[in-house]
């Protein structure tokens, strides 16, 4: 227990541990360190933090040799973590360098796969608007670092310095201090925020604490202050790593009844067990979501304490877990696991030249792919294969189930899970709080393994949430989705992105312009594991230490929280038009996350969806990340798992185009695959552009125009297309567009000698051609008049 309370104190010092850099640049004198000790001495008056004000006040080497605490003191901790998690180039910097107070925060993208110099982002307080970067002429505000500092001080004041406000704690400071910088040293890069420093620094200090304690080390001035070199070298840390497989099966097994309400459900459902797997992995470890480096898209990555202990805890929880998948879900679903020891030199990528930093992630993907080859051990396997009691000759219309069977209000029978996924979905759009209750509990949406029982989810609201906890329910944690809620306990907020214009595929196919169609469009980042490990290595630099110089631990989960924010948070804002004022679509997010996207809806609702996303994106990440992706069209009785693999496929299509950055239409082999910027400027800016204005003016009697004209354009470049030998027939071509010409005296024959003239030269041009094809396919699509009964 004293451990336990020793962590708290640890890890609530080390993520204040910078706060009086707030302090001083709302306009304090003196240092930091004491202006950090003072304001949450302030803060926190009338509670017990113990250790955590001496990390603030002495995280600094020239400030331990002044003081001289006692050997076991957290600070030395504190001190060691700061220098890892800032990483060594930093200290060196802050010897040459000098400070510019008001310095913005860089984005973190600005040395992400090359140099993307000039933006900063402005000091506004994480409140789900999305912001994009600006001019790096900007400054901060010592007003604005006042207001940052009396509102973290009444935030604090509500929460006391214990372990259920530890997860509230970290969402004040996420909301509060991610959009200044860590460091205003001109000598050093100012693109990582003094959140994502503070909480590294945090995890590290965890971590080493509990490596220290196992190692049965007390003497931390010595280890730590005094051979602080030969500890860097010592595999102190794990970099754990967990990745589901058979996300995509799961997910689309669903009835065409109810399709979209359903996946949704079963998208929210796994996304929501991967965020418990990880808090009760944590927790077992004895660590905070400090210790949380990247979460999303049924993936996570953690840094834990290399000890025996938690390496056991490590394998019993993840084997639980997976014989509880395999009792209720089968072979559909498996949580691969894997860990490689490391140490601070590797979390710092040092040496350069060895580049341990990237060796380091490759070990643990390995792991975790060694893990999906030999999922079970050969007694789970042998109680997989045994009998179940309950075969009836009956199945779950929906997953084909013999189990565990309900009778449906239809007739039909469901199994318990489908009847569940079925029952949540109003739920999971309507609720934004979700109560998790040791034990079973009468009346839970579902139940879930713990790492020593299990737990019981409500999907319920705040008032419910706060009643359980005053009449001292045995809460465990509380998930709240996108918004903070002050003075709740044991909460962490979770950022979902629900945009739904309707939980109907029909209603949505309403909204299509002409055409009525879904279109169903999956997106990916291009290359973002590589990103991920080695994105911040710069190709400019003599020696191998100068190009690796932005490879930090703090980077790379500054890295990964900006993308979840995307994914996870902004996008909403890009798809109900509160983003530039812009229309709401009548799309419906399946899911999104980490760096993926599946939607579907109106057709042309869907397109404009992933040009949106396209374009913020490349705006957002400064230029240093592209996205890729596939649209298909499909009528919306259409099965939604053949739209998605379908869709997929497409998908991989324009991962194939070179240079990728792409986009992949209606259906595979189609020819109709275009980087996007020759998508924006070749089809919608100017090819469509043109069809629209040709077709647009009042027609005359004796012209052709119109989609029969259009289908007969089509065909004659498609033969040419479909066969590279075959050469484009101008007679024909110059025939038909002849037939649409209008008297030479007409208002009318300017616009046709331009149009006709254009048509011409695009045929003749095979990228032209099939540019041309595509646009006259979307112009089609846009004027079809459906029949009505």
């Keep these: 227990m004293l451990l336990r309370q020793k962590i708290l104190e640890l890890t609530l010092g080390c993520l204040m541990h910078d706060v009086g850099k707030l302090c001083f640049r709302a306009g304090e004198s003196g240092n930091h360190s004491a202006s950090g000790h003072a304001f949450l001495k302030k803060a926190w008056q009338g509670y017990s933090p113990g250790e955590a004000p001496d990390c603030v006040r002495w995280h600094h080497a020239s400030e331990l040799r002044e003081a001289g605490p006692a050997a076991d003191s957290l600070a030395y901790i504190a001190y060691a973590a700061d220098n890892i998690a800032a990483a060594a180039d930093r200290r060196a910097a802050e010897e040459s360098g000098r400070f510019e107070r008001y310095l913005p925060l860089s984005p973190v993208f600005t040395h992400l796969n090359g140099e993307h110099d000039g933006l900063a982002l402005s000091a506004m307080p994480q409140d789900g608007t999305l912001r994009m970067p600006v001019s790096s002429e900007i400054r901060l505000t010592a ?83 005094e051979k602080e070199k030969e500890f860097r070298a010592k595999k102190a840390f794990l970099l754990y790593s967990a990745d589901f497989s058979g996300i995509q099966t799961f997910i689309f097994t669903v009835s065409t009844k109810g399709a ?92 350069a030249e060895d580049s341990p930093y990237q060796a380091m992630f490759g070990r643990v993907s390995r792991a975790v792919a060694k893990k999906k080859l030999h999922r079970y051990s050969a007694q789970r396997i042998i109680e997989m294969n045994r009998t179940k009691e309950e075969l009836s000759g009956r199945e779950c219309r929906v997953c084909g189930r013999t189990d565990h069977l309900i009778r449906g209000e239809d007739g039909s029978d469901l199994c318990r899970w489908c009847s569940t996924f079925e029952r949540l979905s109003s739920k999971i759009q309507n609720t934004g709080v979700y109560l998790v209750l040791c034990g079973e509990e009468k009346g839970a949406d579902y139940t879930l393994p713990t790492y020593y029982g299990e737990a019981a989810f409500f999907f319920t609201d705040e008032p419910s949430a706060r009643r359980a906890l005053r009449e001292e329910k045995p809460v465990l944690r509380v998930y709240t989705k996108n918004v903070s809620y002050a003075g709740l306990r044991y909460s962490t907020r979770l950022y979902v992105c629900d945009y739904a214009k309707s939980n109907s595929m029909e209603e949505l196919a309403m909204h299509s312009q002409g055409i009525r169609r879904l279109a169903v469009c999956r997106m990916d980042v291009d290359d973002l594991g590589q990103a991920f490990v080695s994105g911040f290595e710069s190709k400019s630099g003599a020696t191998a230490s100068e190009r690796r110089r932005f490879v930090t631990i703090s980077r790379t989960a500054a890295f990964s929280r900006q993308m979840s924010l995307f994914f996870k948070l902004y996008l909403k804002a890009l798809l109900n038009g509160s983003y530039k004022g812009q229309s709401a679509l009548a799309v419906a997010v399946v899911y999104s996350g980490g760096d993926d996207v599946f939607l579907v809806g109106a057709w042309n609702d869907v397109l404009e969806a992933a040009r949106r ?103 004659l470049l498609r033969e040419v297309r479909d066969d590279p030998q075959r050469k484009v027939p101008l007679a024909r071509l110059a025939y038909l567009l002849a037939r649409l010409s209008p008297s030479k005296g007409s208002d009318e024959y300017a616009r046709y000698r331009e149009f006709s003239g254009h048509v011409m030269d695009w045929s003749l041009n095979e990228k032209d051609r099939n540019s041309l094809i595509t646009a006259i396919y979307l112009y089609v699509y846009k004027n079809r008049k459906e029949a009505t009964e």
Excluded at 154 to 181: D, H
Excluded at 282 to 299: D, E, I, K, Q, W
Aim: charged residues 25%.
């Design 260 to 351: 979209l309400r359903s996946l949704r459900s079963r998208s929210f459902f796994l996304e929501l067990t991967m965020e418990h797997y990880i808090d009760e992995l944590l927790t077992a470890c004895g660590v905070s979501r400090a210790n949380l480096l990247y979460s999303g898209g049924g993936h996570c990555y953690l840094l834990l304490p290399n000890t025996d202990e938690v390496k056991r805890r490590i394998e019993a929880w993840n084997d639980r877990f997976n014989g509880w998948l395999a009792d209720e879900f089968g072979l559909s679903l498996y949580l691969a696991d894997g860990y490689t020891e490391c140490s601070a030199d590797e979390l710092t990528n040092s040496p």
């Design 143 to 225: 007003g604005q670092y006042g207001e940052i500092c009396r509102e973290l001080e009444a935030q604090l004041r509500t929460l006391p310095p214990e372990e259920e406000w530890v997860n509230s704690i970290l969402g004040v400071l996420e909301s509060l201090t991610s959009s200044v910088p860590s460091s205003t040293n001109t000598a050093e890069s100012p693109d990582v925020s003094l959140y994502d420093h503070m909480k590294i620094t945090a995890a590290v200090a965890s971590c080493m604490a509990l490596y220290l304690y196992d190692s049965s080390v007390t003497d931390y001035r010595t280890a730590l202050f």
């Design 613 to 715: 996303i396209r374009s913020a994106l490349k705006e957002y990440a400064c230029g240093a990340l592209t996205i890729s992706g596939g649209v298909g069209l499909f009528d919306d009785h259409y099965p939604i798992r053949l739209a998605a693999e379908e869709t997929g496929a497409l998908e991989d299509e324009a991962k194939q185009n070179p240079g990728k950055d792409s986009v992949s239409l209606f259906a595979q082999g189609s020819g109709n695959t275009y980087t996007w910027e020759e998508f924006e400027r070749e089809i919608m800016g100017v090819k469509l552009a043109v069809l629209e204005n040709f077709f647009s003016a009042k027609e005359d009697t004796k012209t052709e125009r119109g989609t029969a004209f259009l289908y007969r354009i089509l065909d």
